[in-house]
């Protein structure tokens, strides 16, 4: 899809997207870790994060077409492009900075076979890390990285 094509989308609410986005399962475990891990490690305080089960996360899972239930990928907003999968984890890793960015080697293994690897923990993810009984929370610290 175009950059900032969910601008013109009615069904997806107004929000701010002049920072990178990551829109996460907040009930999963492993995801929730992964929120976790980028509030830590964002140094420069670049990330946002959004829970998929917000409104504004469903509308933009199904702006995708993507399931809105049941998240087979997180999503990396950037400059209005959405990145998914291993692709998305790069570039969020890449963000980072140093020592993170040093993930993007994986770009020398096919994006096919890296996602094919994403693709079987996204469907154990919750069979293997578990799931909350509610939603992430952000820290109050951290809550102006939040949307939604």
């Given at each position: 899809?175009?950059?900032?094509?969910?601008?013109?989308?009615?069904?997806?609410?107004?929000?701010?997207?002049?920072?990178?986005?990551?829109?996460?399962?907040?009930?999963?475990?492993?995801?929730?870790?992964?929120?976790?891990?980028?509030?830590?490690?964002?140094?420069?305080?670049?990330?946002?994060?959004?829970?998929?089960q917000s409104a504004l996360g469903t509308a933009l899972?199904?702006?995708?077409?993507?399931?809105?239930?049941?998240?087979?990928t997180n999503i990396l907003l950037d400059d209005g492009r959405a990145w998914f999968k291993s692709e998305g984890t790069i570039r969020m890793f890449e963000h980072l900075g140093f020592p993170?960015?040093?993930v993007t080697v994986a770009r020398v293994v096919p994006q096919a076979l890296r996602d094919r690897l994403y693709n079987v923990v996204a469907r154990n993810r919750l069979r293997w890390f578990g799931s909350r009984a509610t939603c992430f929370l952000p820290d109050p610290a951290d809550a102006d990285r939040f949307l939604g």
């Open positions: 899809r175009e950059a900032f094509s969910y601008r013109t989308d009615a069904a997806v609410p107004e929000f701010r997207d002049d920072h990178p986005i990551i829109i996460f399962d907040g009930k999963c475990v492993l995801c929730s870790g992964w929120a976790r891990f980028v509030l830590r490690h964002d140094r420069k305080r670049r990330f946002r994060l959004l829970a998929a899972y199904a702006h995708y077409g993507l399931d809105p239930v049941s998240y087979e993170w960015r040093l």
